[in-house]
């Protein structure tokens, strides 16, 4: 049986590349270690070691003993150096056997961890750009609408369980009474503590969008409460759990802010968006040079 094929070889590179990644396997994504030809024993300059026919640049070496000595707040010697070093030849190694073992094919943590740390890599280097005088504003009325907060309700509700066709008829009898007392004008409290039942999850009293009102009432009894008047008590509503009866007590229409108020959120959009353009582009210059073969009946239809 061949390393390859070994199960018990093939967990201990995976846990010794897990290891190696606290150095970090995304290294080798962002141009810490590149592939050269060997052309022997002799290092090219602005290099510190080389591992099979992979150079490991001096630039890199200096940078991670500069973290090492802001980490330990200790000054680096040349046995600390050389640790450094050892470390960075072995994770070479440990990656290349790695791959030589088609890790990235067969295990998909390490299949996950390395294409986590390109797409990293691509979005990084553009998500550190600045934007243009007046590109923030000009984003920002283009995308008017995605930085609207939705409008929001305030609501209260009594509810009567029915779990089936019997208790339906006493909800719907106790719904109608209980609307009858509050539109002679009892307490909503009294109401809902006397006929009422007991809810799993009520609804705060707060203004909430509809997004969230729909995880309490249903979309049924949502759609019966935005269709009320501040004040209104609406009609019973049946939904997969109960009858609601609900009052709509507050509104609030949608707000459009300003760009000085939304400029954190602005900013960071920007940035998201243009990471994911960064990333869609990327990728398809790899499908441009790249030979990929789909079965007819999952080609794309334009």
Known sequence: MSEADDPQARRRVTALLAIAAALGLGLAATGLLTGVPDDGDDLPEGSVARVNDVLIWAEKFERLVAGLESDTRQPVDERARRHVLDRMIDEELLVQRGLALGLPQVDRRVRADLT?????????SVEDRDPAEGELAAFFEEH??????PGRARVRQIFFRARDAAEETRARESAAEARRRLLDGEPFEVVRKELGDVEISPVPDAYLPATKLREYLGPTALRSALDLEVGEIGEPVRSGTGVHLIQLVGREPRRVPDL?????????????RLGDDALRAYLDDLRDDAQVVTAPSLNRKE
């Not at 986590?116 to 990084?124: E, P, T």
């Not at 008017?144 to 907060?149: I, K, S």
């Open 144 to 149: 008017r609408d995605f930085f609207t907060r």
């Open 260 to 272: 000085e108020q939304a400029l954190p959120q602005v900013r960071a959009e920007w940035k998201r």
């Open 116 to 124: 986590s740390a390109l797409i990293d890599s691509v979005v990084s």
